[in-house]
Every structure is written in C-alpha cells, then in structure tokens.
C-alpha cells in the first residue's frame, strides 16, 4: 500500500540548514509527484514545493531563495532543504503523493520541527 | 498568485445539522478545487476534488459544489466525528495554494 514517511532532527538552530527525508513505498517516484506542506502551530497548511515525477521541480515563490527539493529514485526517497531558518519555520512538515495534478491523495504523518537556539 | 479565503473561520453546529462552508479564490480557478478534513493530531485527509467529486470512501454527506471562484463544502447530516478543520486547495496548477481552513466545532 502507499506511504510517505518524513524523517529528520525535531530541532534546528537559527540561520541553519534543516534537512528532511521523505521515504515512500508502494508507489514510483518516477511516476508520481511528491509535495512539501507545512503547518506552523495552530495554523494553516502551506504548500512548499514539489518534486515533479520527471524530476523538476517547484517551489512556492516565498520560499523558493531558500528552498531545494530532490530525490533519489533508487532509495524512493524525496529531499528537502531549506537554508536560513528562522523562529517562523517551526512546523510540522509533511510529504504528500501528488496524483498527477489532481491532489494530494497520501499524506506522512508528518514531523514536528522547532527552529531555536 | 492566488489567494483562497475560507469562511466563516469558525462554526458551531449540532450533530444533525447541515452545514455549509465557503472557499473563493481571488481569480478564476475553473473546478479546480480540493477539499481536505484535518482532525487534531493528523495528517489532513482528502474529501473533494475538481470541486464536486467525491473522495475513494469519503461519506455521501460530503457534497461539494462551485465554479470559478466560489466554491462550497457542505455536510448534510453531521455526525460528531465531523469536527475537523476543513481547507481548500487550488488544483491542477500551481501554487497549489490552501485557504486558511474552518474550524468545524460540534455542539
């Protein structure tokens, strides 16, 4: 069956680099896409990017100077880093399939990241 | 890029009743809008996609309806396992952008 797994450290030091594995099964990521989506807190979820299944990728337009996502198709795992963290990058991030362009149809249950000192 | 915005931010609503909660996106999205449903402690869950169809097992008290830039999700019937959150999405192009959800409360 298809799941998405994040991993990664739950705490990153100010102005570094938080680095997040997403290991999936049950599915190719040569022939699906992979997404990002962040919750800070008691708030929202927000779209990151996307690692599109040829390969490229895409990235919302607050992030993108700060953003890179990549994958590595022999280990189903899919990369995020993002440099320059801030207090307001504390969230739970997670990693979803992305159904052609039609939605996000499986989620990983997510992992909690707090950026301080 | 888009912007999509919920309301009401909030509802209370009784077990039974209908509820109806509304999505519209600053430009013409066409149908491509997706529902999700997010309890406490969660991943969020899919409901609706291209703006009416129904989710693999979503429960046909699910409807969801609109066009353009006005959408909505309504519940006939709620039962107390409704209470969610409830976010829509723009589909199909990106930004995928959310709206910044309904809190679905049960009384």
């Given amino acids: 069956q298809v799941q998405l797994k994040e991993s990664g450290p739950g705490l990153v030091q100010p102005s570094q ?3 997040l594995t997403c290991t999936v ?3 190719s990521l040569t022939s699906n896409s992979v997404s990002w989506v962040r919750q800070p807190p008691g708030k929202g979820l927000e779209w990151m990017g996307a690692i599109w299944s040829g390969g490229s990728t895409d990235y919302n337009s607050a992030l993108k100077s700060r953003l890179s996502i990549s994958r590595d198709t022999s280990k189903s795992q899919v990369f995020l880093k993002m440099n320059s963290l801030q207090t307001e990058d504390t969230a739970i991030y997670f990693c979803t399939r992305l159904w052609y362009l039609d939605y996000f149809d499986y989620w990983g249950q997510g992992v909690m990241v707090t950026v301080s000192s | 890029n888009i912007v999509m915005t919920q309301s009401p931010k909030s509802m209370s609503i009784s077990v039974g009743d209908r509820v109806t909660m509304n999505c519209k996106a600053s430009q013409n999205v066409y149908n491509n809008i997706a529902w999700y ?9 899919l409901l ?7 989710y693999n097992g979503v429960p046909d008290r699910f409807t969801g309806s609109g066009y353009g830039t006005d959408f909505t999700l309504t519940i006939n019937s709620v039962q107390a396992e409704d209470a969610a959150f409830y976010y829509c999405q723009r589909i199909y192009n990106s930004p995928f952008t959310f709206g910044s959800g309904t809190k679905l409360e049960i009384k």
């Fill in chain 2, 37 to 45: 449903q997010q309890k406490p402690g969660q991943s969020p869950k």
């Fill in chain 2, 48 to 54: 609706i996609y291209y703006a009416s169809n129904r």
């Fill in chain 1, 25 to 27: 099964s049950g599915f």
């Fill in chain 1, 17 to 19: 680099t938080l680095s």
